[in-house]
Every structure is written in structure tokens, then in C-alpha cells.
């Protein structure tokens, strides 16, 4: 079975600091792909990341990086230098290489950007 | 700009009335995807379908049913919708197996309210 935790409910940050989402992932696959998604205010989750396990290299693009543990288990997202635009619920998931299609996900962190 | 659209953003339904839920995409994607999102919850995975005419159980399926008689549209029925199916419905699209397969790309969403 898959699991993934995020233990965050909601964080609230001021413009301009850096806010880490947490995620923790349990799987028995040797295989697999974690992923991050943003669901803004207007409802459609937007794709953000795509990792597959057998790379640990952390990902950098703009304001965003991902840091991938796989001894912990872990892939936390971290948002540089916060804006309002980034106000929203972030999913992260995971599926396995064998039936890849079907991902499972995270509860999500309501991340709140105040001005 | 690719999408997929689901017909309703807000519906209302009473007790035991039949639901149908509609999703299109024109991406020509070969997967598409019904999720259920609840606070604390996440996405959860109704039904899939591979191909036309094709579906599988996801991990939610009991109280619904699913329509893919053209390969763009994505139906969820509910047969008799109860009060514990009031909730937001998502609808995903992806592409064949391999690379692409588990990237989805979803519709703004249906939150239903069964009264």
C-alpha cells in the first residue's frame, strides 16, 4: 500500500519569507515517482514536479526547489521568498512504476501568503 | 492552450436524485481520471479509464459509476446520490503509459452538495 503524509495543515507566512511544505511517503514499490501539485483558489490543480526515485538530486526552478530524501522518505517543497500568488493548497503524490497511472496523494498544506 | 472542462462548477441535488457528472478533454488523451477531494482527505481516486468503453475501480468506487463512450468525455454517475457524496469532484486526463502517463492535468472541478 501507498501512503503519503503531509503533517501540515495550513501555514501562514508574510510576503517575502520562506515557507517549507512537508512530505513523508511510505511505499513497499523499489520504484516510483513523487510529484507536486498547487491548487490555487480557482480549483484546478496545476503540475508542478515530477521526481522518480532513482534520482536524489534536489530540483531547483525560480522561487522553488524540491529537497528529495529517499533514507528519510521525504520530498519537502520549499518556496523561496514568498508571494501572494503563492497562496494556495499543495498536494504532493506518489505512484509506482508498475501501475503508474494511478496516483495517490497527500492531504494537502494550505499555504496562506499575507502582504 | 489544453484543457479539460468539467460541465458544472456548482450543483445542488436532492436525496436520491441520479448525477451525472461530465468531463472533456482535448488533449487526446488515453487516460482520464474521476477524484473526490475532501478537506483533510486529499484526492481520492473514484474511477479510471484507459480507453474507450474501459474503466477500473480506483479506491472510492462504491455509489458510483463511470461512461466512456468517446474517447474525450469522461462520465461520473451517481445512481442515487446520498449526503456523504456531497463533496468536490475532480476530473484528470493523461496521456499513454510510459512518460507521460502519470502527469495529469485536471479540470477546475464540480463541488456537488447533496441535500
Known amino acids: 500500500a501507498q501512503k503519503v503524509t503531509q503533517a501540515q495543515t495550513e501555514i501562514s507566512v508574510v510576503e517575502k519569507e520562506d515557507v517549507t511544505l512537508d512530505c513523508v511517503y511510505e511505499?513497499?514499490?523499489?520504484?516510483?515517482?513523487l510529484f507536486w501539485y498547487k491548487q490555487p483558489p480557482s480549483g484546478e490543480l496545476v503540475f508542478l514536479i515530477r521526481r522518480n526515485s532513482f534520482d536524489e538530486q534536489n530540483e531547483i526552478s525560480g522561487r522553488y526547489s524540491w529537497n528529495f530524501q529517499k533514507s528519510t522518505s521525504s520530498f519537502n517543497f520549499t518556496i523561496t521568498a514568498s508571494q501572494v500568488v503563492d497562496s494556495a493548497v499543495y498536494f504532493c503524490a506518489l505512484s509506482g512504476f508498475s501501475n503508474d497511472y494511478k496516483l495517490s496523494f497527500g492531504a494537502g498544506t494550505t499555504v496562506t501568503v499575507r502582504a | 492552450d489544453v484543457k479539460v472542462t468539467q460541465s458544472s462548477r456548482y450543483l445542488v441535488k436532492r436525496t436520491g436524485e441520479k448525477v451525472f457528472l461530465e468531463c472533456v478533454q482535448d488533449?487526446?488523451?488515453?487516460?482520464m481520471f474521476w477524484y473526490r477531494q475532501d478537506p483533510g482527505l486529499g484526492l481520492r481516486l473514484i474511477y479510471f479509464?484507459?480507453?474507450?468503453?474501459?474503466?477500473e475501480k480506483g479506491d472510492i468506487p462504491e455509489g458510483y459509476s463511470v461512461s466512456r463512450e468517446k474517447k474525450e468525455r469522461f462520465s461520473l454517475i451517481l445512481e442515487s446520490a446520498s449526503t456523504n457524496q456531497t463533496s468536490m469532484y475532480l476530473c484528470?486526463?493523461?496521456?499513454?503509459?510510459?512518460?507521460?502517463?502519470?502527469?495529469?492535468?485536471f479540470g477546475a472541478g464540480s463541488r456537488l452538495t447533496v441535500l
Open positions: 511505499t513497499r514499490d523499489t520504484t516510483y515517482y
Open positions: 479509464s484507459y480507453d474507450v468503453k474501459m474503466k
Open positions: 488533449m487526446d488523451h488515453e487516460n
Open positions: 484528470a486526463s493523461s496521456g499513454l503509459r510510459g512518460s507521460g502517463a502519470n502527469v495529469l492535468t
